[in-house]
């Protein structure tokens, strides 16, 4: 539904673009999906319209990847920000693709740990 939805000029625009060099190249529209199962079903159906699939995070990327240079569906995944499951023990945090480096600090403050900038594996 609309709240979901977006096939609006400028959220288009800033979603199609990140912090690298390359020109901005807008998908045709932008979902927000707040499940798996909502993305498993919105990927099922682009797959059988063959409509091209483009991951949204921050922007912060810098190698272009969230340019639709042919069209497409934005997935933007910021909606799906929970932190599932932390173990001290072994150092390790399940997260959504939409959890952030600053929350996932924020979550780990108190217990003596925190993601680093360019840490790798989250």
Do not use: Y
């Not at 995944?77 to 997260?95: G, H, N, Q």
């Amino acid at each position: 539904g609309a709240p979901n939805v977006s096939t609006a000029p400028a959220v288009r625009e800033q979603r199609g673009h990140d912090e690298s060099m390359h020109p901005c190249a807008p998908p045709d529209a932008v979902v927000w999906p707040q499940a798996v199962g909502q993305v498993q079903e919105l990927a099922a159906l682009c797959h059988r319209c063959r409509v091209p699939m483009v991951p949204f995070g921050t922007g912060t990327g810098l190698e272009g990847g969230v340019n639709a240079v042919q069209g497409g569906v934005c997935f933007d995944l910021s909606r799906m920000d929970a932190i599932t499951e932390l173990s001290l023990e072994d150092f390790s945090v399940t997260v959504e693709p939409g959890v952030t480096r600053k929350a996932l600090n924020k979550h780990l403050r108190g217990t003596g740990l925190w993601f680093p900038v360019g840490t790798v594996g989250m």
